[in-house]
Structures are given as structure tokens and as C-alpha cells.
């Protein structure tokens, strides 16, 4: 299963950083190809501008040694993003129970906001990076993943956000599944 995981985050990485088009501008292309036919080009959100990214969120910690226990819990992460697409995003999560296990990690985010009249404020994402497990012993951690971000303009670019990531811990503890669920806030 681990391997499936792995194959399929790299090979979704590596094709979506290949597609054809990233950076290009169409509008000057198109007109140059074709002066007498206006074609209209949609882009992404204004809500995915370059900028600062407060997020709060829900969580949930899945252990793979065959442990009955799931711990649920919450974060916080800060981000950063370059553009409409490349980021950094550093998270602090704590999963209770009768050992609390925290999480920390800085990731690597590459989004990608949909254009058109009708998902400009979709945005789904992929990340990876590195980071610190502590259940009574601090370890390091590597994680990928993917998740869904859906902005509401109406509301100044408030969004939802709903991620999943695999992650594998060094030494004694046992990799683990995380997911997560919350807001963001643009500033």
C-alpha cells in the first residue's frame, strides 16, 4: 500500500509540473496566431494571490503498527505563497489521548486554482516536506500529500480546506495517516 502511495503522489507531481502552458501567456499567443477571433482566457481566483495564509483545523492521526486507538485533535499552520501556486506552509498539530502526540512539519504546496466562471475558486494541492513527531519521544518525519481548497470571494476570500498525507517516521514510532479539516484566512 505504502508503495502505491508513494507511485501515485510522484507520478500526480511530476505530470502536473510537466503540463503544457505554465507561465505562457495565452492572451498574446492567441492574438498573434488569430487577430480577427476574440477568444476570452479565464484565470484563477484573485483569492490565490501571492500573500500570508492563517489556517485553524480538525484532525485526525491514523498509526499503521495495528494499534485500535485513532486520536483526533487540532492545528494551526501559518503559509506563505509565492504566486497562485508555489507555497510554504509550517503546521503545529496536537492529537490528545493518553499520550498526546504533536506534529510538526514545513511543507512544500503547489496548488492548482481552476480557472472558468464556475470552479475560479476551487483549488486543489499537493505537498510535501519534512517535520518532527513527539509521542513521548521526538522523531523525525517526512509526509506527502494532497487536498481541496474552496474560497468564498463573498467573504473575502475565506476559504475550506480538506487534506490527506501519509507520513513516515524514522525510528520506534510507526508511520502514520493524517487528515485535516478547517479554514483559512487570507492576509
Same mark, same amino acid.
Given at each position: 500500500?505504502?508503495?502505491?502511495?508513494?507511485?501515485f503522489?510522484?507520478t500526480?507531481?511530476?505530470?502536473?509540473l510537466?503540463?503544457?502552458?505554465?507561465?505562457?501567456?495565452?492572451?498574446?499567443f492567441h492574438s498573434?496566431?488569430s487577430?480577427q477571433?476574440?477568444?476570452r482566457?479565464?484565470?484563477?481566483?484573485?483569492c490565490?494571490d501571492?500573500?500570508w495564509e492563517?489556517?485553524?483545523?480538525m484532525?485526525g492521526y491514523w498509526?499503521?503498527?495495528?494499534?485500535?486507538?485513532?486520536?483526533? !485533535?487540532g492545528g494551526? +499552520?501559518?503559509?506563505?505563497? /509565492?504566486g497562485? *501556486?508555489l @507555497?510554504?506552509e509550517g503546521?503545529?498539530? $496536537?492529537?490528545?489521548?493518553?499520550?498526546?502526540?504533536?506534529?510538526?512539519?514545513?511543507n512544500?504546496?503547489?496548488?492548482?486554482?481552476?480557472?472558468?466562471?464556475?470552479c475560479?475558486t476551487?483549488a486543489?494541492?499537493?505537498?510535501?516536506?519534512? !517535520?518532527?513527531f513527539? +509521542?513521548g519521544e521526538?522523531e /523525525?518525519?517526512w *509526509?506527502? @500529500?494532497a487536498?481541496?481548497d474552496?474560497r $468564498?470571494?463573498s467573504?473575502g476570500?475565506v476559504?475550506?480546506?480538506?487534506?490527506?498525507s501519509y507520513?513516515w517516521?524514522?525510528?520506534?514510532n510507526?508511520?502514520?495517516?493524517?487528515?485535516?479539516?478547517?479554514?483559512?484566512?487570507?492576509?
Open positions: 500500500m505504502k508503495r502505491f502511495f508513494v507511485f503522489t510522484a500526480f507531481l511530476l505530470t502536473s510537466s503540463q503544457a502552458g505554465w507561465g505562457w501567456n495565452k492572451e498574446k498573434a496566431k487577430p477571433v476574440e477568444q482566457v479565464t484565470s484563477p481566483s484573485y490565490f501571492a500573500g492563517f489556517s485553524g483545523y484532525s498509526p499503521e503498527d495495528g494499534r485500535e486507538t485513532e486520536e483526533m !485533535g494551526i +499552520a501559518l503559509s506563505y505563497f /509565492l497562485h *501556486n @507555497g510554504f503546521s503545529y498539530a $496536537l492529537h490528545g489521548g493518553d499520550e498526546s502526540e504533536q506534529v510538526g512539519k514545513l512544500l504546496v503547489y496548488r492548482f486554482p481552476l480557472g472558468g466562471e464556475c475560479s476551487i486543489p494541492y499537493v505537498f510535501g516536506g519534512g !517535520g518532527v513527539s +509521542a521526538t /523525525l518525519l *509526509n506527502l @500529500g487536498g481541496l474552496f $468564498l470571494e467573504w476570500c476559504g475550506l480546506f480538506t487534506d490527506f507520513n517516521v524514522d525510528d520506534s510507526p508511520d502514520f495517516t493524517q487528515w485535516r479539516a478547517g479554514f483559512k484566512i487570507p492576509f
